[in-house]
């Protein structure tokens, strides 16, 4: 089992950034492809970012490309979303979440843990 903790959602006008962050107790961090997801109301969960179990490759969704950095740390068993130039489209809630076997980086199908959710909110 592999417990995932989100924080550093929050209140932000469009043009502001946030940084995420997302702890990760439980099995061995580092084997473990990570993302970031999120899921507006009445839409679906929606991949956002990506990024390899070396942290050496990423991968994100077109719309976020320029503004979303992902990166993480394996000492601290943390991995981070970085989101600079938010606009109000940008929000909804947040998730992290965790992949074995890192297949496909951008389904929702393929991860097998998740956080319970942060919230972000861009005002215009």
């Known amino acids: 089992q592999v417990q995932l903790v989100e924080s550093g959602g929050g209140f932000v006008q469009a043009g502001g950034s946030l940084r995420l962050s997302c702890a990760a107790s439980?099995?061995?961090?580092?084997?473990?492809?990570m993302g970031w997801f999120r899921q507006a109301p009445g839409k679906e969960r929606e991949f956002v970012s990506a990024i390899s179990r070396s942290g050496g490759s990423t991968s994100s969704l077109d719309s976020v490309k320029g503004r979303f950095t992902i990166s993480r740390d394996n000492a601290k068993n943390t991995v981070y979303l970085q989101m600079n130039s938010l606009k109000p489209e940008d929000t909804a809630v947040y998730y992290c979440?965790?992949?074995?076997?890192?297949?496909?980086?951008?389904?929702?199908?393929?991860?097998?843990?998740w956080g319970q959710g942060t919230q972000v909110t861009v005002s215009s």
């Open positions: 439980g099995r061995t961090f580092s084997n473990y492809v």
């Open positions: 979440a965790a992949d074995r076997y890192g297949r496909s980086w951008s389904k929702v199908s393929e991860y097998d843990y």
